[in-house]
C-alpha cells in the first residue's frame, strides 16, 4: 500500500489530479490517498499558501502528487506555493520529459528529458529594490550544480547516454561558469556518457530545428524552466507535459503547466500531463509495469482520437479523456 499526498492546489488542478486518481486506482495498485490543501486559496483563507502542517502531512507519505497553483504577478508577499513545496520538500531535480505521442500536427521523433536545476539559479528567491533598482541574486553552488549534474549522467545511463549542458558561462561568467565547471568536473566519471555542451540562446534554436538529437539537457534553474516548455511546444503543448522533481528521499510529481484560470471550470482540460505525471510516480516507486501500461493507453488513445480535449483539437471533456484512458488501461 503506498501512501500518496494528493494535492491539487488551485484551478484545473482540480481537475486533472482527481483524473490522473481516476487512472492510478483502476490499476488496482493500493494508494492510501491523503488530499492536502494549498495554493491561494487557502492563502486567501489563512495568510500562508503552504501551512507548515501541509508540508509536514506531505512529507508522511511515500510521494506526492501536485496539480499547480496560481501565483498572482506583481505586488505582495505571496510567494509561489510551487516553489516553496520543492525547496521544503529538497526535490532538487526536476525531471521534464519531451517525447512524441501520435498527437496530429506535432513533431515526431522527440525523445528528450530537460533536467532542471530546482532549487536555486534566478530562482532563488532573493530580491531587492534600492533607489529606482530593483535586484534579483542568482545564486549558483558548486553543491547544487554538482548533485543535478550527477542526476543527469545517471538518467542518461538509463537512456541514450547523451548529456548537453546548458549555460550562458561565455557573458555569466561566475555563475554560469561555476555550474559549467562542476557539470564538466562530475563527467568525468562517467566516460560512458557522451557530454556536449550549449549556450542557452544556440540551445533555443537546436531545440526548434533538430529536437531529436538531444537526449538529457541539463539546466539552471531558469533556463530549464524555459527551454522544458519550448520542448512541451513541440509535442502537442503543456497539456502533455509531465514532470517529477525528485531529490534523495522524496518525489513530488505534476504537469508542467499552471493553474490555467483561462479555462478553470470548463472541464476541458487536457488531463494527460497529470496522468503522465502520475506515471512517472509509478515509476519512482518501482512500478514500471504499471507505469508502461499506463503509457501505452496514453498512446492507444492518443492514436484513437475519438475522445480528444480542445487543445488537441477534439471535443472532449477532461473526464471523457481519463475515462478513455482508464477504459483503455483494462482491454
Ligand atoms: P498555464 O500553464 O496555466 O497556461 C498556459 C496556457 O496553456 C493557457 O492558455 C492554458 O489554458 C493552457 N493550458 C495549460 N494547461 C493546459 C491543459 N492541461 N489543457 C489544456 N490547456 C492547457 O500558464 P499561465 O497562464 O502562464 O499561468 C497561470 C497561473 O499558473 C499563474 O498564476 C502561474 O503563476 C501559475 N503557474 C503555476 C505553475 C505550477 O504550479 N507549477 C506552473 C506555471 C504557471
Ligand atoms: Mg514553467
Not at 147 to 152: K, L, P, S, T
Not at 225 to 242: H, R, Y
Not at 263 to 274: C, D, H, L, R, V
Not at 302 to 326: F, Q
Amino acid at each position: 500500500m503506498y501512501k500518496i499526498a494528493v494535492v491539487p492546489g488551485d484551478g484545473i488542478g482540480n481537475e486533472v489530479v482527481p483524473a490522473s486518481l481516476k487512472v492510478l486506482e483502476s490499476t488496482g495498485i493500493g494508494f492510501d490517498f491523503h488530499h492536502i490543501d494549498v495554493g491561494l486559496e487557502v492563502y486567501r483563507k489563512t495568510g500562508v499558501a503552504v501551512p507548515d502542517e501541509a508540508i509536514e502531512a506531505i512529507k508522511e507519505n511515500d510521494a506526492c502528487l501536485f496539480g499547480a497553483t496560481t501565483t498572482p504577478v506583481g505586488g505582495g508577499d505571496y510567494k509561489s506555493a510551487t516553489l516553496t513545496l520543492r525547496r521544503a520538500l529538497n526535490v532538487y531535480a526536476n525531471v521534464r520529459p519531451a517525447k512524441s505521442y501520435p498527437v496530429e500536427g506535432t513533431r515526431q521523433g522527440v525523445d528528450l528529458i530537460v533536467l532542471r536545476e530546482n532549487t536555486e539559479g534566478l530562482y532563488s528567491g532573493i530580491e531587492f529594490e534600492s533607489e529606482g533598482a530593483a535586484y534579483t541574486l542568482r545564486v549558483i553552488t558548486r553543491k547544487a550544480s554538482e548533485r543535478i549534474a550527477r542526476f543527469g549522467y545517471e538518467l542518461a545511463r538509463r537512456r541514450r547516454r547523451k548529456v548537453t549542458v546548458v549555460t550562458k558561462a561565455n557573458i555569466m561568467r561566475k555563475t554560469c561558469g561555476l555550474f559549467r565547471e562542476t557539470a564538466l568536473e562530475v563527467a568525468e566519471e562517467y566516460p560512458d556518457v557522451e557530454v556536449n555542451e550549449l549556450l542557452i540562446d544556440v540551445a533555443a534554436m537546436r531545440l526548434v530545428m533538430s529536437p531529436e538529437a538531444f537526449d538529457v539537457i541539463v539546466a539552471p534553474n531558469l533556463f530549464g524552466d524555459i527551454l522544458s516548455d519550448e520542448a512541451a511546444g513541440l509535442v502537442g503543448g503543456l497539456g502533455m507535459a509531465p514532470s517529477a522533481n525528485v531529490g534523495d528521499d522524496y518525489g513530488l510529481f505534476e504537469p508542467v503547466h499552471g493553474s490555467a484560470p483561462d479555462i478553470t471550470g470548463m472541464g476541458i482540460a487536457n488531463p494527460i500531463a497529470a496522468i503522465l505525471s502520475a506515471k512517472m510516480m509509478l515509476d519512482y516507486l518501482g512500478e514500471d509495469v504499471w507505469a508502461g501500461r499506463i503509457e501505452e493507453a496514453v498512446v492507444s488513445v492518443l492514436r484513437d482520437g475519438e475522445r480528444l480535449t480542445p487543445d488537441l483539437g477534439g471535443s472532449s471533456s477532461t473526464d471523457e479523456l481519463a475515462d478513455a484512458v482508464v477504459e483503455a488501461l483494462a482491454s
